[in-house]
């Protein structure tokens, strides 16, 4: 699934909206700085997943 993207700025603007997203709608969240991906906003499940992967 493609991360819905916003930039710095959209994301401040939209924050509690880009929470929503991703926390009930299972959407991930691609923040980008000058166009080039800066940071992702997941789920805590996508997260917990993520870790346990490189936990070993």
């Known amino acids: 699934m493609e991360p819905v993207t916003y930039t710095v ?4 603007k939209n924050l509690a ?3 929503g997203q991703v926390q ?3 959407k ?3 923040i980008t700085k000058n166009g080039k991906p800066a940071a992702y906003l997941i789920s805590p499940d996508d997260f917990a ?3 346990g992967a490189t936990a070993d």
């Open 24 to 26: 009930h709608g299972g």
């Open 9 to 12: 700025q959209d994301f401040r």
């Open 28 to 30: 991930t969240i691609q």
């Open 17 to 19: 909206d880009a929470v």
């Open 49 to 51: 997943r993520l870790a």
